[in-house]
């Protein structure tokens, strides 16, 4: 099952499917509205933050295609998964978010 989240370009994630709640635990009311950092462990956020600002202010995405992450469960226990992401474009073409497709690792 692939999950979908999508996030705006300040990282607040406006969609979030049921295959969302079940990978990462986290139901829909609980994750829309919140920053991505819900499901990316303490460690990682500078990282994330940065590497998403400058995604989203260039358009130029640094990842590989697919990338295995550990992400934050619910219940406190690491979740490995495989991601892509692609930018959610405006009508000026501009990224006005980004949406993750993610499965189990």
């Given at each position: 099952?692939?999950?979908?989240?999508?996030?705006?370009?300040d990282?607040?994630?406006?969609h979030?499917?049921?295959a969302a709640?079940?990978?990462?635990?986290?139901?829909?009311?609980?994750?829309v509205?919140?920053?991505?950092?819900l499901?990316?462990?303490?460690?990682?956020h500078?990282?994330?933050?940065?590497?998403f600002?400058?995604?989203?202010t260039?358009?130029?995405k640094t990842?590989p295609?697919?990338v295995?992450?550990?992400?934050?469960?619910?219940?406190g226990?690491?979740?490995?998964?495989?991601?892509?992401?692609?930018?959610v474009?405006?009508d000026k073409?501009?990224?006005?978010g980004?949406e993750g497709?993610?499965?189990?690792?």
């Amino acid at each position: 099952m692939t999950a979908i989240v999508r996030v705006d370009r300040d990282g607040i994630i406006f969609h979030w499917d049921a295959a969302a709640e079940q990978l990462f635990g986290f139901t829909q009311a609980e994750a829309v509205g919140s920053p991505l950092e819900l499901i990316i462990p303490q460690p990682s956020h500078a990282c994330h933050r940065q590497g998403f600002a400058n995604y989203v202010t260039t358009g130029i995405k640094t990842l590989p295609e697919t990338v295995t992450a550990v992400g934050h469960h619910k219940n406190g226990q690491p979740v490995r998964f495989q991601i892509s992401t692609k930018s959610v474009t405006d009508d000026k073409g501009m990224v006005a978010g980004v949406e993750g497709s993610m499965r189990a690792a």
